[in-house]
DNA sequence: AGCACGATTAACT
DNA sequence: GTTAATCGTGCTC
């Protein structure tokens, strides 16, 4: 697509501080092949979410079957069902036994776009996938995807390297949706998403 | 076994 | 701004 090689994100990068991975995904290509055909998008917004301390972070309760996941692989993909009726993807972060993950909540598509079109055609284009349930429909991702590598081509989903962002280019601000999440955790500025491009 | 609720979305007033 | 849709999860009984 561009001239920066197609380059898969590593293990290494996912290992690091979550505030880190999370402000560094911007930018960067999560992608979905299907079919041998490719559909994309660059990550415009992400959250953090860290540790059993953070009542906002699903590993609050401990190690439970939905939440293992996040005390895995760094890298690994953690996929929940919410509201009866949206996936959410998030990308495993921190050493191994650590909970916590980075929620992918908004890409700006760049490849497959009739595929995407199919699946959220009945939406104006800006919509397409500017929420967490959204993406995850436009790229056709679901429970089956719960715990895959995302520095694998294996599964068909995984993450490349993209263009850096810049901090001016940057907004960082509390996380959507906890609003039943005690201070102060739901003030926890721990949302970073790209400032409106052209 | 039953229950309350959620890291949301789309449609509607 | 308000609300229905819709069900897995974790907690209580």
Sequence with gaps: MNSVVNKIISREYYARPTLTVA??????VLVRLENGVRASGIITETEAYVGESDLGCHAK????PRTAIMYGMPGSAYIYFNYGMHWMLNAVTEKEGFPAAVLIRAIQPLEGLEIIAVRRGRQLK????DGPGKLTQALNINK?????????RESGLWIEAGESISDENVTIGARVG???????WKSMPWRFFIKTRE
């Design 126 to 129: 800006p919509k397409w996938t």
């Design 144 to 152: 089956s995807f719960n715990g895959v590598d995302l520095c694998s």
């Design 178 to 184: 906890l609003n039943s999440v005690p201070e102060p």
């Design 61 to 64: 309760a401990g190690i439970t």
């Design 23 to 28: 402000r560094e995904l911007l930018g960067a």
